[in-house]
């Protein structure tokens, strides 16, 4: 399926910043002819860094005073892994890859040592495997309230748990802390989504089951094979779509994504496991 | 300066369970000639992993019900980087490598972004550098009350700033987060470390300034030219001495470090800048 | 029924410590005949003080340095009232008498403010009244390990709901909060129990129905209709049991309580609705 | 002193709403000669209630649906005490009347539990008595910013302490729980004051000290000779000065304090020890 996206920032800058930006689809071969650019107005000079594992592209830059307008746009084929969830299970931490064990650490913003009774509660008895990992996405999306405003850049898992309500990131950052405590790898995903409304940036995450990262959408909103990756990290933290060092403040935001086929989508969302990898 | 270093761990295993140590010295080559040995009794078959881009060393292995004990001993002629702290400054973050960034975020047990405003009031105006860093620590030093039992493995820097009280592995993860809501990159070592009494794991940190990772020891218990490196994380969550899925309790444990010179280190505590880079 | 209860405190004083004791029944009418005395080791001349409005009596003494030990025996005939829990029903804010208000508001250990919306999601649709807040015990008494160790003098209601585990101090503060996040007025009632085994102190809570004040116990370790009240309180930060300023520690503790009348209570547990008022 | 002061208060009410307001001066003998008057439009029949022990006033009502106005207003000649700081000591807890115990103790937002130690290092060795309490608010004062949209109705003193940032009634929490920690009996007053710009409720403490309650105002904003006294309470908590049970939105708030006698009073900030007692 052919994609176009993209977004423009607009900011208003009182003193010298430097931007680093995360907003530049990831080079994988999910993004088959993947086509972008990245401009300013005015026009600075990026500073690129694809940085490993996992290859997020982040952009630099040293913006002067006065309005900054940020305009990226790229196009790709996406091609999706699909599978039947039936028979996806975990893996035993005996055989887990050892470079995947960070994904099981708590991380700042995905508590997972301190949600690890919860977890086991609510969750410990059900089979192992893709079906545990949708029953948390579903209980999540029938237990936390989607609520712009309802949270900050600082809430964390624990908090949303508390405080029954938040937007994508949050219920990211909950999916992964409960599959963490239940020692599944979990993983935080910025990305572009097919199917939000209005437009925006969107946040998912992976579970690594059946020796495979599976997407999972706590928040049901976006198409789930219909998502054009951004950064990878253990959480929100490492993938901020815009860190300003200065003093600027964001005016406008503007994002967009649109399957060139108008046909695909189709809007049936689908019951496949997912995977970009 | 030639070290020996090493523990014996014991453990009562009530049903099979996975361990994964981080107890081995880093091959680094500021542990020139490391020679070393880990083994268990019963014997079990360990598999390693020296995890990028530290090459922290893992060990996995899975342990049957019984008593189980872990040995490790090591030696290395520590060949550490000194240079006079004077005029060692912070990076601008313009010119910041950008695969550090990920140092300046907040981390589960180093809410940068939350002490935010404490870091800026506190230390905002003393003289960027190590000047600064050190500034941190000796406040640290001053005002955080080192008490073993005051803190649990789930205290994050947050918690010690409030409650005044922690150990080393609270004061490593409070310099960090202050370093970090200041615009330093910071990390977390875990070490064997010569001067402490008695003889334990220890914890510091490390802060990027003029270009290099310096260590620093906000507890002033150990000798910073002392120090054997273990791992390096974002804090303690990656580098725990020793991680168990299973049914396991620690029983005994026992560390020790000695100067193979028993004339060095003289028990001077140094003033130089110290770097195992 | 009647009942003898009682408790024997011993501390280690290293410096004149002033203590303020909350032991001794109230007295109410439900204690009909009560007889008691309080007496040390050595002897000390105590003030006494019964605050209103809930007359929990409170006993200060200067301690000096050496052993202490507190005696404390009391009898009385419990004279409870019982009823129909059905029917028994909310009472509107409308009509609430305006002196019970303190008692909606959030305090220290019970943080209804920010358990609003957990407590609307959990039990917002449950039939009003008595029913709900059986509810909301049974789901405490389900979801919530009795767990000696797992929390301590700091933990609170939100804390005790994250955990998922603490003892019969925390399972009250939870109550008491989700009731008042529903607009039931709630308090803390510390007492003597027949039926935990073993004996000590322990942790109920009251919420106002139907114009009365009725006893809850999610822990269901008591028997309802075997509790002698020590004192009433917002959370337990009022009717801490022993209150100490200076240098002094617990060395040991003996609580007991007996029906004089070995076949009552019965060792049935009550449906009736019970309170002391 | 003579003094003018009132609220008018709007709002949009969807659906029956029950209110309750803590808005009225208190009838206090500080408060010679109190007149005032409470209306609404559309008139509606208020129940009032003046609670002990503070005889706080609370007014309760019955909103239907559509737009709301409250109008308050009043008058009273401010007879406050004054006296010489110097020498005004802490009233040691032997001593203390035990029916200040519960200020005490810690409160929903006045954690000094969990700020015991912070007090103790910071304030624990400067002279006892209110040159401590005005140490505690020079500190306050120092490096907590005042600054609105900061905090938010569940901010407590901990958070203040944490963020360095709120509006007065977080600076008062601060104030008390420092106080409480170092055994200084302290409680929550909320008010109308003369000297703030602009004008708007206010919020501020009072610590007992040398037998009587002296006001404190760590925000430094506000008169502390020019207080019209509404509630007394543990923290914002019970003196919030409209709590809603329905469905109604504010819409604007005015307040207005006006001294009759315009030369006073002196916009001198007075240096003297002040109680409304």
Redesign the interface.
Known sequence: MKVSFGCELTYRVAAPT?F?LNIEAARIPAHAGLADSLRSNPALHF?G?A???FDNR?A?F?APPGPLRIGYEGSADLQLRRANPAGIGEVP??ALP??L??FL????F??A???A??AE?QFGSINPGFERVTAICNWICS?I?YKRGASN??TSA?QT?????GVCRDFAHLGIALCRAL?IPARFVSCYALGLAPDDFHAVFEAYLGGTWWLFDPTRQALLDGLIRIGIGRDA??VSFA?M?GAAEPDSMRVFVTAADPAAPSRERTVDAISTG
């Open positions: 430097v680093i500073t860094y940085a490993p594992p982040y630099r040293l931490i005996a050892l470079e064990f960070s650490q708590p991380s700042r995905c508590e040592d301190r949600l009774n919860v509660k237990n309230e850049p600082q624990a748990l508390e405080q029954r309500a020692n933290a490492e860190s060092y």
